[in-house]
């Protein structure tokens, strides 16, 4: 079946320092990768959609300088959290999808925890 | 506007008992897919089940079976005699075009479901 590796599963920083997430689709190449956020308590909601070798698309309140998403190959897309700040301390989770497919795998998402 | 609803919050059963959870859907589009998912306490989203919009059959997988009604825009999850293990949050969501923007998905709030022994 198809499997998308997200690491690292949990991550602590200090404030003001950037974190890398990267989100791997093992078995598939994967076209368009999504990027979802999860605070605690809530549900998953969409940051943006990432298609290989174009930039990134951002949804609404989501700043693009400080969620600096690439997707350099067909499978492998990730997530710079620039600057960090405790409010960025969430559920970061991943999913790609095979071209022309509707439906997207998810990884095993990143905790990240800004002290 | 796409948008998915699931009203109960928390729901606290004794183990054994059947219980269902509610899913409300708003959509334009006549081509879209629904799906649950499990979240237990681990946060990785465990895949239960997608369902296309032409397919108005239920689903039964185990002691899990799924009610599809368009007509009333639900997608409501049942399983039956729950397991202690059955504890976790539970999110429906709705992928709201086939091809151009397949595999975005709108989540509900989720419904935290504790079983207990």
């Known amino acids: 079946g198809a499997v998308v590796s997200q690491h690292p599963s949990r991550v602590i920083c200090k404030s003001g320092t950037s974190v890398k997430i990267e989100c791997r689709s093992l078995d598939f190449q994967a076209t368009t990768m999504f990027w979802y956020r999860q605070f605690p308590k809530q549900s998953l909601m969409l940051m943006a959609t990432?298609?290989?070798?174009?930039?990134?698309?951002?949804e609404q309140g989501v700043e693009k300088d400080k969620f600096l998403i690439n997707h350099a190959s067909l499978t492998l897309s990730t997530l710079t959290v620039t600057s960090a700040h405790p409010e960025d301390s969430s559920f970061y989770i991943c999913?790609?999808?095979?071209?022309?497919?509707?439906?997207?795998?998810f990884g095993q998402g990143t905790r990240l925890t800004v002290v | 506007a796409q948008k998915v609803t699931q009203a109960q919050t928390e729901i606290s059963v004794v183990e054994k008992e059947d219980v269902t959870l509610d899913c409300v859907y708003e959509?334009?589009?006549?081509?879209?897919?629904l799906f649950w998912y499990k979240q237990p306490p681990s946060g990785e989203l465990v895949f239960l089940i997608r369902?296309?919009?032409?397919?108005?059959q239920n689903e039964i997988s185990g002691r899990y079976s799924w009610n599809f009604q368009k007509s009333t825009s639900s997608f409501n999850f049942t399983i039956t005699a729950s397991q202690v293990v059955d504890s976790a949050v539970y999110f429906c969501?709705?992928?709201?075009?086939?091809?151009?923007?397949?595999?975005?998905?709108?989540f509900g709030q989720g419904t935290e479901l504790s079983v207990k022994p």
């Open positions: 959509t334009r589009d006549t081509t879209y897919y």
């Open positions: 369902r296309n919009s032409f397919d108005e």
């Open positions: 969501a709705l992928s709201d075009t086939f091809y151009n923007q397949g595999g975005k998905l709108i």
């Open positions: 990432s298609n290989e070798g174009s930039k990134a698309t951002y």
């Open positions: 999913s790609a999808r095979v071209g022309g497919s509707a439906e997207a795998f």
